[in-house]
């Protein structure tokens, strides 16, 4: 029972979070000529029956390919994703050490006096 | 929810593996990158519940004592759980597939496209940020679990990790030997 309500806490705050995009998407000025007030989008295209389909290139809907397995390029994009969040965690951990350094000296400099 | 390191370590690198394969759709295809989306918010809940009780100490003296590493933990965790639920929030709108299934249409157009790419290039900046921060706790948890076990299978005994068996001293863990009684003089 309490775990429901956590769970019902943390989709709650999600909700929030959505709300706020969702509010913020519809306030930006590019929102109305992306479709958003309910107007068919142009990217959008009605069918012979009424019914909008999906633009299908070749790079699929948002620059990926639609169905099939795993790719080379795909996999090399997974090791880039890789690489950018350890070159990032070095960044912040380099800093970590630089600061708590920082802080030792500052210490060391200030016990003398005492 | 009390949850052991080991159980832990393994939701947290299964998340971290799914991130990795969720933001990379030329890997998966459309289909699978859209419903590991959607999963990884199960993930992402359950982390959350794992560290409940961290989450609401911190969360109710977050005022108290501003510049603290808890606090941009905090922080930190707060921006990737605004980012990631825009993220999925965004992806759900403009998914193909999900949507299809449950006969909903959304005309969503390049704003909500935009804003997906953006939150996930954001959760990725933070999700590094975030290991960053818990560095010594992965580190050492992943010698304790995964790298004890290895270590054993090639020495040719097992090392069954317990909490005595490993003592963290700053960044180093030392995993306890075992002695031979006929190696004693």
Same mark, same amino acid.
């Given at each position: 029972?309490?775990?429901?309500?956590?769970?019902?806490?943390?989709?709650? $705050?999600?909700?929030?979070?959505?709300?706020?995009?969702?509010?913020?998407?519809?306030?930006?000025?590019?929102?109305?000529?992306?479709?958003?007030?309910?107007?068919?989008?142009?990217?959008?295209?009605?069918? $012979?029956?009424?019914?909008?389909?999906?633009?299908?290139?070749?790079?699929?809907?948002?620059?990926?390919?639609?169905?099939?397995?795993?790719?080379?390029?795909?996999?090399?994009?997974?090791?880039?994703?890789?690489?950018?969040?350890?070159?990032?965690? $070095?960044?912040?951990?380099?800093?970590?050490?630089?600061?708590?350094?920082?802080?030792?000296?500052?210490?060391?400099?200030?016990?003398?006096?005492? | 929810?009390?949850?052991?390191?080991?159980?832990? *370590?393994?939701?947290?690198?299964?998340?971290?593996?799914?991130?990795?394969?969720?933001?990379?759709?030329?890997?998966?295809?459309?289909?699978?990158? &859209?419903?590991?989306?959607?999963?990884?918010?199960?993930?992402?809940?359950?982390?959350? *519940?794992?560290?409940?009780?961290?989450?609401?100490?911190?969360?109710?003296?977050?005022?108290?004592?501003?510049?603290?590493?808890?606090?941009?933990?905090?922080?930190?965790?707060?921006?990737?759980?605004?980012?990631?639920?825009?993220?999925?929030?965004?992806?759900?709108?403009?998914?193909?597939?999900? *949507?299809?299934?449950?006969?909903?249409?959304?005309?969503?157009?390049?704003?909500?496209?935009?804003?997906?790419?953006?939150?996930?290039?954001?959760?990725?900046?933070? *999700?590094?940020?975030?290991?960053?921060?818990?560095?010594?706790?992965?580190?050492?948890?992943?010698?304790?679990?995964?790298?004890?076990?290895?270590?054993?299978?090639?020495?040719?005994? &097992?090392?069954?990790?317990?909490?005595?068996?490993?003592?963290?001293?700053?960044?180093?863990?030392?995993?306890?030997?075992?002695?031979?009684?006929?190696?004693?003089?």
């Amino acid at each position: 029972m309490k775990t429901i309500l956590k769970i019902i806490t943390i989709l709650l $705050a999600a909700a929030l979070v959505c709300a706020g995009f969702y509010l913020a998407v519809g306030s930006s000025p590019t929102s109305s000529s992306a479709g958003f007030d309910g107007r068919q989008p142009p990217n959008l295209q009605n069918g $012979a029956d009424g019914s909008s389909t999906r633009p299908e290139g070749e790079e699929g809907f948002h620059g990926e390919r639609g169905e099939g397995g795993a790719s080379v390029e795909g996999v090399l994009g997974m090791f880039g994703s890789l690489l950018k969040i350890s070159v990032i965690a $070095a960044l912040v951990l380099l800093i970590q050490k630089g600061l708590s350094k920082l802080k030792l000296d500052k210490v060391e400099t200030a016990s003398p006096a005492q | 929810m009390n949850t052991s390191s080991k159980t832990n *370590l393994v939701l947290d690198l299964s998340i971290f593996t799914a991130f990795l394969v969720v933001s990379n759709p030329r890997m998966t295809g459309n289909s699978i990158h &859209e419903w590991l989306g959607i999963s990884f918010a199960a993930g992402i809940i359950t982390h959350l *519940l794992f560290h409940w009780q961290w989450l609401v100490k911190i969360g109710g003296e977050f005022f108290k004592k501003l510049f603290h590493q808890s606090r941009l933990n905090f922080a930190l965790d707060a921006l990737f759980f605004i980012f990631m639920t825009g993220s999925i929030f965004s992806g759900i709108l403009i998914s193909k597939d999900v *949507l299809q299934l449950i006969g909903l249409q959304f005309n969503a157009g390049q704003g909500w496209k935009a804003i997906h790419s953006l939150t996930s290039d954001a959760s990725l900046i933070i *999700l590094a940020a975030h290991v960053a921060l818990h560095w010594k706790w992965i580190i050492s948890n992943i010698g304790r679990y995964i790298g004890a076990p290895i270590r054993g299978l090639f020495s040719g005994k &097992e090392q069954v990790p317990t909490a005595r068996a490993t003592q963290q001293t700053g960044s180093r863990t030392l995993a306890s030997q075992p002695v031979r009684i006929s190696e004693r003089k």
